[in-house]
């Protein structure tokens, strides 16, 4: 399956130089030690990778030497060129790869949001169904006018901001809004771009233009957001910005002093950063690879060598800190009415219901024990609540307003309004008890915010929401957050996003559309959950079954692949530097440097390799 992040022709380019390169060494091996040819006949395949290959990587490293940015890729450039001058084409063709191929790693890491973008533009319908008479045409999205009536289908994703004229349903407003349920829709009700239909086709007013929707808004700040993303220095940058003058200085040092230009190579031999250029990638990949196990599909690999400095943690607050789902979270009978038989009772309706509670309901009934009684009868009219005949009762399920005019002297009775969502219980025309409904917090919510603060040095939580102030808040004071911002727009947390990555590294946990962004503007973004591609593609990594544990696990690999890839490079730099030594003061010469240098690169890959044998467990780490 290919990736539509590796599309641009520089990308396309090192990956086919990385081919190239491979199938050069491949031949080369097989010309000498198959046929048995020496000399140039075997060689023929390794000048054709220096020529189509390490030439242009040579000629964009000299790029680089321009702009003074010393990276351990330019020190391997001077060992290509090295490699050729010693005659050792081989080693030079395999430096070549593993150029190509970081480049390669690199550009796929940071084209995410590109991706993000795409899927965005792709998960909206280009053509709206403009209605005309009793039939319906299909018109460009460009072409939809305000006041035009359009015709949305089930399942469907709504085109423009209107207003419902005909038609009543529901539709999924959550990667939007950030809340969790369904919502209904009748004659005068709202619609929003991006939000998906339910199972009935609705008739809607446009509103607003295509390009002045909500959905369009999205995208134009996720394009911002993706223009002022910084780019992130690779660890082995990082480590080869000291490294390569130095060894270039001793190399120069070692040919004044002797005299011998021999010195130089030698010392420029031993010196190559191949524990920089290998090692490091050998852990990033089976950090990968021990991530996938756990069920995290890690999308841009920087992100492991940066979520564990993170110091402030930010969620989002459906589907991240809670399931995603609403749940019974009250039931305030009133007198003479057993709370266990109305829930029963309440469940045998929804057997038969498509609200979005229903299943909250039938949940909690189940957690008692036993089925619910069968409906004689049941009637759901949108807007009139549900109506039962069960069990020898009358039963209706309905909001408060509507109690308030079918029966005021019964609405009298009930309980102040709360937060959150809630139904009323009437049975045989008698007021009987309200529920109350929540998106429920995980019950490791708690645990996990401590665990930040004290495992990982998590300075700051923050709760970035686009649900209720009252939501938001309950939610904050069930799992130990302080700081809460509620009822957020994408173009909102966008900005105190920004604002607190400014002033230190930000993991941004989120599962919405809404939360591309702001996952897109942090240090580290990850996603809960796969309903999303723009989501997944916004993010750094994906954790598929949604659990803070899992979340938990990758700052753990992350914290491990950065230690031993620092072993690993450190380590190896380290041993190179006493062979740099050893090769100005004469003791190793070019031949030896290189054998040296490559035991010393199977030391650190050895090392690197630890990376890919899963712990006992990774919270030892």
């Not at 680089?64 to 391997?76: C, I, M, P, V």
């Not at 599909?297 to 402030?312: A, Q």
């Not at 031949?591 to 044998?613: P, S, T, W």
Request: glycine share 10%; hydrophobic share 45%; charged share 20%.
């Amino acid at each position: 399956m290919t990736d539509d992040r590796l599309t641009a022709p520089a990308e396309r380019r090192q990956l086919l130089v990385a081919a190239l390169s491979l199938l050069a060494i491949l031949a080369h091996l097989a010309l000498r030690y198959g046929a048995g040819l020496r000399g140039p006949a075997s060689d023929a395949p390794l000048w054709a990778a220096y020529v189509f290959g390490g030439a242009p990587l040579l000629w964009g490293l000299l790029g680089n030497l321009w702009r003074r940015e010393f990276g351990s890729d330019l020190l391997a450039g001077v060992s290509i060129v090295t490699s050729v001058l010693l005659g050792e084409y081989l080693a030079g063709v395999i430096v070549v790869l593993m150029l190509s191929g970081g480049a390669a790693l690199e550009a796929y890491a940071v084209g995410g949001a590109s991706s993000a973008l795409k899927a965005l533009s792709a998960r909206m319908p280009s053509v709206a169904h403009r209605r005309s008479g009793a039939s319906f045409e299909d018109i460009a999205l460009d072409e939809v006018a305000v006041g035009d009536l359009l015709e949305i289908l089930p399942h469907e994703i709504c085109p423009v901001d209107g207003t419902v004229v005909g038609g009543r349903g529901t539709m999924d407003e959550s990667y939007l809004t950030g809340e969790p349920y369904l919502v209904s829709k009748t004659p005068g009700a709202t619609v929003i771009s991006g939000a998906l239909n339910g199972e009935k086709p609705l008739t809607i007013r446009a509103d607003r233009l295509a390009v002045d929707s909500r959905y369009a808004k999205i995208m134009e700040v996720m394009r911002d957001s993706d223009e002022r993303r910084p780019r992130m220095r690779r660890l082995a940058d990082r480590l080869g910005a000291w490294y390569t003058p130095f060894a270039v200085a001793v190399a120069l040092l070692a040919w004044a002093a002797s005299g011998d230009p021999v010195r130089f190579l030698a010392v420029l031999v031993v010196a190559t950063p191949c524990p920089l250029l290998i090692a490091i990638p050998v852990t990033i990949i089976g950090s990968i690879s021990l991530a996938a196990k756990r069920s995290i599909v890690v999308r841009d690999p920087t992100i492991l060598e940066t979520i564990d400095t993170c110091r402030s943690v930010i969620f989002d607050k459906t589907g991240t800190l809670t399931y995603g789902r609403p749940a019974l979270v009250d039931r305030d009978t009133a007198p003479g009415f057993h709370p266990d038989e109305v829930l029963r009772l309440v469940a045998g309706a929804e057997l038969y219901s498509k609200h979005p509670l229903s299943a909250a309901v039938l949940e909690a009934a189940r957690a008692l024990g036993g089925e619910p009684p069968p409906a004689d009868e049941i009637a759901e009219r949108p807007g009139e609540g549900l109506a039962a005949k069960i069990a020898g009762h009358d039963l209706l399920v309905t909001s408060r307003r509507r109690l308030a005019r079918l029966l005021p002297e019964e609405a009298a009775l009930l309980p102040e309004t709360t937060a959150g969502l809630e139904c009323v219980v009437v049975l045989d025309g008698r007021y009987a008890a309200t529920f109350r409904f929540r998106d429920a917090p995980r019950t490791e919510g708690i645990e996990f915010i401590r665990h930040l603060g004290g495992k990982h040095r998590i300075g700051r939580a923050m709760l970035l929401s686009g649900d209720r102030q009252s939501e938001a808040d309950y939610l904050a004071a069930r799992v130990g957050i302080e700081t809460v911002h509620a009822g957020k727009s994408p173009e909102e947390k966008l900005a105190i996003v920004r604002e607190e990555t400014a002033a230190h590294r930000t993991l941004y946990v989120g599962d919405g559309i809404n939360d591309a962004p702001a996952l897109a503007a942090a240090t580290v973004g990850i996603a809960f959950g796969h309903d999303s591609d723009v989501t997944a593609k916004a993010a750094g990594a994906v954790v598929m079954d949604s659990s803070l544990r899992r979340l938990d696990e990758l700052i753990h690999i992350g914290r491990r692949m950065r230690r031993i890839a620092l072993q690993s490079a450190v380590g190896g730099m380290v041993l190179s530097v006493v062979g740099m030594g050893f090769a100005a003061a004469g003791h190793l010469p070019p031949v030896a440097g290189a054998i040296a240098q490559e035991f010393i690169d199977i030391l650190a890959v050895l090392n690197a390799l630890r990376v890919a044998i899963p712990p006992k467990t990774l919270t030892d780490y």
